[in-house]
């Protein structure tokens, strides 16, 4: 069965300042791995995909991820926060199961970002 | 713009009334979903619809229906809502979600007292 863990549901960092949200998974296939961003009071936006190919995938407003097979990993990162990038953040993980491509989706990472 | 658009916003209800909540997609999008979000624990899967004409249960289906009236709209029902079903409800759509990923709506906030 596939899972997610995020790690830190909440993670404060300074404006300027690095970005890292960290996600496990674990896959008995290949997995499909997504981070998405949730603003107050909206629904969840994909931030970024990772499906085959390139281990490094560069999603919307400055975010990258990078699968790491071996460490079972798929951590969020942004070189410098902007006041803009508060929300919750989800990692999720998709795979086959018995003829769906179930999705199942981490608890959420809030972030906040001091001025 | 095109998108997810999901009705009502905002509901209160009574324990034991009904409601449905709508969920309309301008995409052509295959297949549809119905989430709740709940703090602490993430998005969980009430039901979903492949395609057209078919729907499948999800991870948490109890005191809920569905029905896909055609390929734009996907309706969730509650039945006799519970405490226990106050929550924010998603719709999304996809293509194909391994592939794309989902288009989510804004969400109805549902509080049964």
């Known amino acids: 069965a596939q899972s997610v863990t995020q790690l830190g549901s909440h993670v404060s960092v300074s404006e300027g300042a690095l970005v890292l949200l960290r996600c496990n998974y674990s896959?008995?296939?290949?997995?499909?791995l997504f981070w998405y961003v949730q603003y107050p009071n909206q629904g969840l936006q994909l931030l970024l995909k990772?499906?085959?190919?390139?281990?490094l995938v560069k999603g919307i407003n400055g975010f990258e991820a990078e699968f790491k097979k071996s460490e079972t990993s798929f951590h969020l990162t942004k070189p410098s926060a902007h006041m803009s990038d508060a929300a919750e953040y989800f990692c999720?993980?998709?795979?086959?199961?018995?003829?769906?491509?179930?999705?199942?989706f981490g608890t959420g990472t809030k972030l906040q970002v001091i001025p | 713009n095109a998108g997810v658009t999901q009705t009502p916003k905002f509901q209160v209800l009574k324990t034991g009334q009904s409601m449905t909540l709508q969920c309309a997609q301008d995409?052509?999008?295959?297949?549809m979903y119905w989430y709740r979000q709940d703090p602490g624990m993430g998005l969980r899967l009430i039901y979903y619809?492949?395609?057209?004409?078919?729907?499948d249960k999800g991870e948490v289906p109890n005191g809920y229906n569905v029905s896909r009236l055609n390929k734009r709209e996907f309706s969730l029902r509650l039945e006799s809502a519970a405490p226990s079903q106050t929550s924010v409800y998603f719709c999304?759509?996809?293509?194909?979600?391994?592939?794309?990923?989902?288009?989510f709506g804004s969400g109805t906030r549902l509080t049964v007292v």
């Open positions: 995409m052509n999008h295959n297949s």
């Open positions: 999304a759509s996809s293509w194909e979600p391994t592939a794309y990923g989902y288009t």
């Open positions: 990772y499906t085959t190919g390139a281990t």
């Open positions: 896959s008995s296939v290949p997995p499909y």
């Open positions: 999720a993980v998709s795979d086959q199961a018995g003829g769906y491509q179930k999705v199942t």
């Open positions: 619809s492949a395609s057209e004409g078919t729907t």
